[in-house]
């Protein structure tokens, strides 16, 4: 069974920070990229980042996230990481991580191109 298991959402002040876990199990890690989404109430969901498979070795960011968010993995423990420093109110949104083969490529930011999500995990960030 595919699975991804984001975790570590929470309450945060402005110019805080967050470490998300994206845990995955079911296939294969290493061929897949892992990406963050989020979606805030009433918008569509957007995505954040991406780190690609162990065969395309790069990193994906959104412009709004780029010099606060870091992405990371860890291969032994089949788990993605999304570093979150100065974070803002706007970053406020329930966080997604979802997988997609076989890499994060030219469509790394568009939600269809991915083949399996996991649950969200929400992040609140106050003013």
């Known amino acids: 069974e595919v699975q991804l298991q984001a975790s570590g959402g929470g309450l945060v002040q402005a110019g805080g920070s967050l470490r998300l876990s994206c845990a995955v199990s079911?296939?294969?890690?290493?061929?897949?990229?892992i990406g963050w989404f989020r979606q805030a109430p009433g918008k569509e969901r957007e995505a954040v980042s991406c780190i690609g498979s162990s065969k395309e070795l790069s990193t994906y960011y959104a412009d709004s996230v780029k010099g606060r968010f870091t992405v990371s993995s860890d291969n032994a423990k089949n788990t993605v990481y999304l570093q979150m420093n100065s974070l803002k109110p706007e970053d406020t949104a329930v966080y997604y991580c979802?997988?997609?083969?076989?890499?994060?490529?030219?469509?790394?930011?568009?939600?269809?191109?991915?083949?399996?999500w996991g649950q969200g995990t929400q992040v609140t960030v106050s003013s």
């Open positions: 079911g296939f294969t890690f290493d061929d897949y990229a």
């Open positions: 979802a997988a997609d083969w076989p890499g994060c490529g030219s469509t790394w930011f568009v939600v269809r191109a991915y083949d399996f």
